[in-house]
């Protein structure tokens, strides 16, 4: 191989390497986006080609967050008022409050 082939391959490495690098951390970033919106990152199964990777960057950003049910751990749009799954009232629901250290409380069920 000749000095200048040699060069032309290291600088065409040097490229996919980068173009790899932002394109996994747009990815990364795209399913932390989704994980902070309460949105599946299920998603970014789109990203493996390039244009699903931008449609599904921008839907993303697009969609409002979800709001996490603390009865049923379902997610309901966020100006939603009850739980559409176990009719939870989130208008009446008052923080949670942990119970204070040294007090046994029950986990209630059977």
């Known amino acids: 191989m000749r ?4 060069i032309g391959l290291v600088i065409g490495l040097g490229i996919i390497v980068v173009f790899l690098t932002v394109y996994i951390g747009l990815i990364v970033l795209g ?3 989704a994980q902070r919106k309460n949105r599946s ?4 199964w789109f990203a493996v080609h ?3 990777l931008i449609i599904t960057l921008i ?11 603390p009865r049923c751990a379902q997610t309901s749009p966020q ?6 799954f ?3 009232d989130y208008m009446a629901a ?17």
Request: proline residues 16%; glycine residues 14%.
């Open 3 to 6: 000095a200048d082939d040699v």
């Open 31 to 33: 399913v932390k986006t």
């Open 59 to 69: 839907v993303m950003a697009a969609l409002s967050p979800l709001k996490r049910c």
């Open 79 to 84: 100006g939603a008022r009850l739980c559409g």
């Open 41 to 44: 990152p299920h998603w970014f």
């Open 94 to 110: 008052t923080p949670y409050a942990p119970p204070p250290q040294g007090v046994y409380v029950s986990p209630g069920g059977y």
């Open 50 to 52: 390039p244009v699903g």
């Open 86 to 88: 176990c009719g939870y």
